[in-house]
Structure formats: structure tokens, C-alpha cells
């Protein structure tokens, strides 16, 4: 490496804090060190995803079908939990067209659109507003939630999607204290933690694995930058052993 690029990699230092028994010199002139011009973050080990089955037993597991909503809802779209307590009932468009309400996407889909003053305090993270195509499934859930929320009067008022349906105030945009107990109450009957950032962990994983181009899952998500992709794509033991294989049954082949 030439003395040039080496002296790219660190910059003069002073030290503000002296360790135990560094001699800085008669005159101070040994306080200033050389230091690492870059830092790279280490990756964060031990990220949690959910198994197919093991979403699928929480959404049968929630008793609630405005809870079995919200964990489909997560696990569907990659939605960050703040994104999707922010929803307003006029963001679901899950006709198969929504030409009536002056949206040209075809298909049901979901519009994720940052608000700076909804009740609850939620907010979607990104600056810019996204639209999330959701599956025939979601809607089934959705309209079964639908038919529970008519059962209470006051939740008529709320623009919101998320509202308190069985304690005060009803009718209510649903909190974030409020999911929290929520989900603390379906890991415990689960018998797993699930946490909402499980969710949104799992859908991007799996997009990745099923090879869904980058570029799209980092505009589902809602990323800016592709850099945030990294977090979410980690290989699993069986990805790795398919991979040694490949490459051993690709040294028989002539």
C-alpha cells in the first residue's frame, strides 16, 4: 500500500482524555495521535424473523379479528407499526379497481402517507408517500374486522383504521402503548416473541429469498437509501448448505 492511500486511512487526533500512565511529554506535544479516518459500523447481530407457519398461528391464535388484522396487515406489507396505526380508512383501497375514488392503481392496495397530526401521534417514517399492493386474504381480514367495528357505535366518528373497539376511550385511534399490550399479550399465547418489527423483518426477508428484485422491495418498504437493505438480508444455515451443495454437484457436472 502506498504512503499515499495509507495516509488516507487516519487523521491527526487530539486526545481529550488521558489513559493511565501515557506520558504526553514535557509540553503536551505527545497528546495528538494518529486515528482511523473511517469506522465501520458493525453488523448487528441476531435479528428475529417469523416462520410462514409461525404468522400464520398468530393470526389464528388473536381473538380479535381487529388484532388478526393488524399481524396479516404487518406481516403482508412490511409496514412499519407506526405506518399502520397512522392509516386512514380513505388509504384502503381494496376494490379490485379504484377508479371511483380518483385512484388509477389497479389491484387492492394500500396508501402509506406521512401525517404530522393524527390523534394517536403516529407516524410514518419516510418523508415519502408509497402505495403497498396487499393480497385477497388482507381484504377477507379487513372486512371481517369491518363487521366488528360496526358493532360499536363511536368508532364510526374516527377516520382512523386502528381504534379502540374494547376499552376507553372507544372509538379511539389505537396507541402505541395500547399494540404493545397487544402484542405482549399474543407472545404469551403464541409462546414466541412477536414484536411488530418481526413482522415487517420477515416480509422483507422473504421478498429477498424469493427473489423479488432489491429495487422493489426497497420501495415497499419505504427505504431511501439501499443501504438500509443490508439489515434485512441475512443467509440461513439451509441457504448456505444449498449453496456448498450447488457448487459440489457443479464439479461432477462435465
Not at 26 to 36: I, L, S
Not at 116 to 122: F, G, I, L, M, Y
Not at 136 to 153: C, G, N, W
Not at 177 to 194: I, Q, S, V, Y
Request: proline share 6%; aromatic share 8%.
Amino acid at each position: 500500500m502506498s504512503a499515499s492511500t495509507t495516509a488516507l486511512l487516519s487523521e491527526p487526533k487530539l486526545l481529550r482524555f488521558i489513559p493511565p500512565g501515557y506520558d504526553t511529554g514535557e509540553f503536551g506535544q505527545r497528546r495528538e495521535v494518529q486515528a482511523a479516518s473511517f469506522r465501520f459500523r458493525i453488523a448487528e447481530p441476531g435479528y428475529e424473523d417469523l416462520s410462514d407457519e409461525q404468522i400464520r398461528h398468530m393470526i389464528a391464535t388473536a381473538p380479535r379479528a381487529r388484532d388478526r388484522f393488524l399481524v396479516a396487515l404487518l406481516a403482508c406489507t412490511g409496514l412499519r407499526i407506526g405506518e399502520a396505526l397512522g392509516l386512514h380508512r380513505g388509504d384502503m383501497h381494496l376494490l379490485t379497481s379504484s377508479r371511483a375514488v380518483g385512484c388509477g392503481i389497479e389491484g387492492p392496495h394500500v396508501h402509506v402517507r406521512r401525517r404530522t397530526d393524527n390523534p394517536n401521534r403516529a407516524l410514518a417514517k419516510s418523508r415519502f408517500s408509497r402505495m403497498v399492493p396487499v393480497t385477497a386474504d388482507l381484504v377477507a381480514l379487513y372486512t371481517d374486522y369491518q363487521y366488528e367495528r360496526d358493532l360499536v357505535a363511536q368508532a364510526a366518528e374516527s377516520e382512523m383504521v386502528f381504534v379502540n373497539l374494547f376499552r376507553p376511550p372507544l372509538g379511539g385511534a389505537m396507541s402505541y402503548p395500547n399494540t404493545k399490550e397487544m402484542f405482549d399479550r399474543l407472545a404469551r399465547t403464541a409462546g414466541h416473541a412477536c414484536r411488530p418489527h418481526m413482522l415487517r423483518h420477515s416480509a422483507a426477508t422473504r421478498w429477498l429469498r424469493d427473489g423479488v428484485d432489491r429495487d422493489v422491495v426497497q420501495r415497499l418498504l419505504g427505504h431511501a437509501s439501499p443501504l438500509s437493505m443490508e439489515r434485512y438480508r441475512h443467509v440461513d444455515d439451509a441457504e448456505a448448505r444449498a449453496a456448498v451443495e450447488y457448487v459440489e454437484s457443479a464439479k461432477e457436472r462435465p
